[in-house]
């Protein structure tokens, strides 16, 4: 398994599989080949048909600049959905020719290679994880602690996470594109409707973040940029209007992370490849894990916690209208937040009948995102992306 950095990337949405990933792509070739007078990226699949409303263009200018021409190629199909071919001509000769593939997360693969992600952990599955916990009597974020020394990163990236949720709290109007959509977080932050407070805050927070995100602002993937509003606003909530400790909130972030790093070794956590399930049930999955352990529930709990939120987002489509991380992503965000805290209460009561492993579930997320139509694989070529009418109220 791989670091836990290469899970919480602090960068800049909408998307991490179509605006980090294909930046790093272009960044490499910028520094392998400095003197290149021109490139040409051709994106596919899914870079190439929903690429325009994630700025999938618009990050690669911005770093090879007018160097650069970029070709969407809507027919020609690939093996993996988010793949682009980047060539490099110097006085009019090809140079070079490289095949990436925009993993998830922000995680590249280079002419088959995956990339700057060296291996940190000797664990292939959650059953691993947990039976090396319990042989040394150390809870799940001790195994973190046992394997790499990150707590100077994740206070970085727990910071990180605040000032996006306070931004979104604090900024009114529309987010960027066509389909004007009116931000949230200031209306349900300051909404009086009679309900749990809680419900109120999770919510207000969530729609912060994922706002902030496809605005194209500084988020961190947790695990993607299309869910960075889940597990924030979950640990916003205790530090903030909980008075938990730092401490526990970065404790509470590695524990997530061996959940986030299981499902994305052993599954996807693109949508692009396996559906919206992998990645707001991805997100679901940790905020489980962390509100469970914030809870002082055991490891049996918690992951009985991150398989009941796995469970029931199996078969979620991905179909962002016209592209957009807007319509349903940030909205799903503050559904998925409550989600999780519903999962740790069943956990806290149900895990002696569990039935399920979280590998199982993990393995099965995988194959029903393989089984699932490309339409419905961050295409907007199916459900709501096709459906929706800009008539709509």
Partial sequence: MKSLKNLYRIGYGPSSSHTMGPGYCSQFLKDTYPDADK?????YGSLALTGKGHLTDLIIKKILKDKVKVIFDYKSKQEHPNTLIGEVYKDGTLLNRHTFVSLGGGTISIDGKICFEPEVYPFKNFQEIKEY?????????RVVDRFEDVDEYLNQVFLTMEK????????EGYLPGELKVRRKASIIFHNDTPVEKRIHLLSSYAYASSEENASGNKIVTAPTCGSCGVLPAALYYYYH???????KIIEALKVASLIGNVIKQNASISGALAGCQSEIGSSCSMTAAAISYLEGLNINNIEYAAEVAMEHHLG??????????????IERNAVCVLRAFDSCYLASILTDLSKVSFDTVVKTMYQTGLDLSSSYKETSKGGLAKFYSKNEK
């Fill in 241 to 247: 209007d909980l008075s938990y400790p730092l401490e």
């Fill in 316 to 329: 979620l489509t991905c179909d962002p209208i016209k592209g957009y991380v807007q319509i349903p992503c």
């Fill in 164 to 171: 996006a949720i306070v931004r979104g709290l604090n900024t």
């Fill in 39 to 43: 490139y040409i990226v051709t994106l």
């Fill in 133 to 141: 916990a319990l042989r040394n009597n150390i809870t799940l974020d």
